[in-house]
């Protein structure tokens, strides 16, 4: 199964800033037995590719994505620490090039997903070959109502919403036939992670979940 295949089966992609391995291989491993193996690991912070590395190593079976990848240091980062999937939040000049550039020169580097908000960002996407793209900040910049549009105009493309996605809005998102998966940072209930209320932490997982089960592109 392709990379493009595991994310469209999953569905939901967990978007994550977490700073610290330890937390990080504890969260996986909620994520694994809930029956979601996928994590978006933001570079927002500096420990990002130490956690990645730490999640890759304890478990292997994990899809990983290293997210908010904004600088060609950072990719390298990604690359290193064992990443399957990149992502930025929009089609950052200096990351594109030097992917394009390894893929250009024989290698294999994981794939890219960046960000877009319009038709213009997705035409210059494509330019590279690109047809998975994040929609981003999918809340604010059209909804369910653009990728609709997108639809018409440019069949060919796939999309995974970020930003803004929530319990409430997955369904509308998850069923457009355009749509791949949705990221999304409230799959993770923090609050209740870092009071130690595991249970409660299952049960926002479980419910995310149940709305991927009822949502059936159309």
């Known amino acids: 199964m392709s990379l493009f295949e595991k994310i469209a089966e999953y569905r939901i992609i967990p978007v994550l800033n977490l700073p610290e391995p330890q937390p990080?291989?504890?969260?996986?491993?909620?994520?694994?037995?809930?029956?979601?193996?996928?994590?978006?690991?933001?570079?927002?912070?500096?420990?990002?590719?130490?956690?990645?590395?730490a999640v890759r190593e304890r478990f292997p079976e994990m899809l990983l994505g290293a997210g908010t990848v904004r600088q060609p240091e950072q990719l390298d980062d990604a690359l290193e620490?064992?990443?399957?999937?990149?992502?930025?939040?929009?089609?950052?000049?200096?990351?594109?090039?030097?992917?394009?550039?390894?893929?250009?020169?024989?290698?294999?580097?994981?794939?890219?997903?960046?960000?877009?908000?319009?038709?213009?960002?997705?035409?210059?996407?494509?330019?590279?070959?690109?047809?998975?793209?994040?929609?981003?900040?999918?809340?604010?910049?059209g909804g369910p109502g653009m990728l609709k549009a997108i639809k018409a105009t440019h069949p060919e493309l796939k999309f995974i919403p970020t930003g803004g996605i929530n319990l409430e809005n997955l369904s509308d998102y998850l069923k457009l036939p355009n749509v791949t998966a949705c990221g999304a940072s409230s799959v993770f209930n923090r609050s209740a992670f870092e009071s130690g209320d595991i249970e409660a932490v299952r049960e926002r997982i479980r419910d995310f979940l149940t709305v991927r089960g009822i949502s059936l592109p159309e």
Not at 98 to 121: C, F, H, K, L, Q
Request: net charge negative; no cysteine; charged share 20%.
């Open 81 to 141: 620490a064992g990443v399957d999937f990149l992502v930025s939040p929009s089609l950052v000049p200096g990351v594109i090039r030097s992917w394009d550039a390894m893929r250009s020169n024989g290698a294999a580097p994981p794939p890219y997903i960046p960000g877009i908000a319009t038709v213009r960002e997705a035409e210059e996407a494509l330019e590279y070959g690109l047809t998975l793209l994040k929609f981003f900040p999918a809340s604010v910049s």
């Open 24 to 53: 990080a291989i504890r969260l996986a491993q909620l994520f694994l037995e809930e029956g979601l193996p996928v994590m978006e690991i933001t570079f927002r912070n500096s420990g990002a590719s130490q956690v990645i590395r």
